[in-house]
C-alpha cells in the first residue's frame, strides 16, 4: 500500500518568515495530494490540495509544490502569522475503486509560530 | 462542503465497555470513513463505510471490535467495544465531498480508564 513520509516532525518559526513542509509518497499511482491543518480539540482542515496533472497550486500566502517524477510535494506557507501554528498533515490519495478515494496520510508537523 | 456533526465530543469510559459514536452529515453522501489518531500521531483509517452494505475494515481493524452501522445516506454510527486504555484515541469520522475531497468531523476524545 502507500506510505507517506512526511518532514519535520517539528518546525519553529518567527512570525513572518516562512515554513516549507515536505512529503514523499511510495505509489506512483497516487494522484490526489490534500495538506490539512489541525488545530487543538479540532478536526482537520483542507487548507490546499494538488493533483497529479498540476505542478504548482497556490492561494494567498500557501502553496503547494508536487514533483511527480521524484515523488514528493511540499508545503509553504509564507508571511507566517501566530494563527498559523498548528499541526499540518500532507497526505496521498488514489482511486481505489469507484469514486472512492482513499487518504494516506503523513505523520504531521507541528508548526509553531513565535509572535 | 458538507458539515459533519459528531457526537460525543469526549468521553472517559471504563474498561471493558462500549461506547457508540455518532456521525450525521447535512447532505447526502456515499461514502463515510471512520478514522482513529492515537495520541501524537497522525490518522489511521479503520473502516470505510457504505449505505446498505457491511463496513470494509482496514489491516489490523476487526468488526467485532469496531461494528459499524450505515443506516441511511446521512448518518454512521462506530462503536468501540470492549475498550481497554489502548483504545484511548481521538476518533473522526469523514466523508469525500468531491473527487478525493474530504471533509471531517471534529472528533470524538475518548479516554478509557
Known amino acids: 500500500g502507500e506510505n507517506v513520509e512526511q518532514h519535520p516532525s517539528t518546525l519553529s518559526v518567527q512570525e513572518g518568515d516562512s515554513a516549507v513542509i515536505k512529503c514523499t509518497y511510495s505509489?506512483?499511482?497516487?494522484?490526489?495530494f490534500p495538506w490539512y491543518k489541525q488545530e487543538l480539540g479540532k478536526g482537520p482542515q483542507l487548507i490546499i490540495d494538488i493533483r497529479s496533472n498540476v505542478g504548482e497550486k497556490k492561494d494567498q500566502r500557501i502553496a503547494v509544490t508536487l514533483n511527480k517524477t521524484a515523488k514528493h510535494f511540499s508545503l509553504h506557507i509564507t508571511e507566517t502569522q501566530p494563527e498559523d501554528s498548528a499541526v499540518y498533515f500532507c497526505?496521498?490519495?488514489?482511486?481505489?475503486?469507484?469514486?472512492?478515494?482513499?487518504?494516506?496520510f503523513g505523520k504531521g508537523t507541528l508548526l509553531t509560530v513565535n509572535p | 462542503s458538507a458539515v459533519i456533526s459528531q457526537k460525543p465530543s469526549r468521553d472517559i469510559c471504563q474498561r471493558g465497555t462500549s461506547l457508540t459514536i455518532q456521525c450525521q452529515v447535512d447532505?447526502?453522501?456515499?461514502?463515510m470513513f471512520w478514522y482513529r489518531q492515537q495520541p501524537g500521531q497522525s490518522l489511521t483509517l479503520i473502516a470505510t463505510a457504505n449505505q446498505g452494505s457491511e463496513a470494509t475494515y482496514e489491516s489490523g481493524f476487526v468488526i467485532d471490535k469496531f461494528p459499524i452501522s450505515r443506516p441511511n445516506l446521512t448518518f454512521s454510527t462506530l462503536t468501540v467495544s470492549n475498550m481497554s486504555p489502548e483504545d484511548s484515541s481521538i476518533y473522526l469520522c469523514s466523508v469525500e465531498v468531491g473527487t478525493g475531497l474530504h471533509t471531517f468531523g471534529s472528533g470524538t476524545r475518548l479516554t478509557v480508564v
Open positions: 505509489d506512483s499511482a497516487s494522484n490526489y
Open positions: 497526505a496521498a490519495s488514489m482511486n481505489s475503486g469507484g469514486s472512492n478515494y482513499k487518504l494516506t
Open positions: 447532505s447526502q453522501v456515499t461514502m
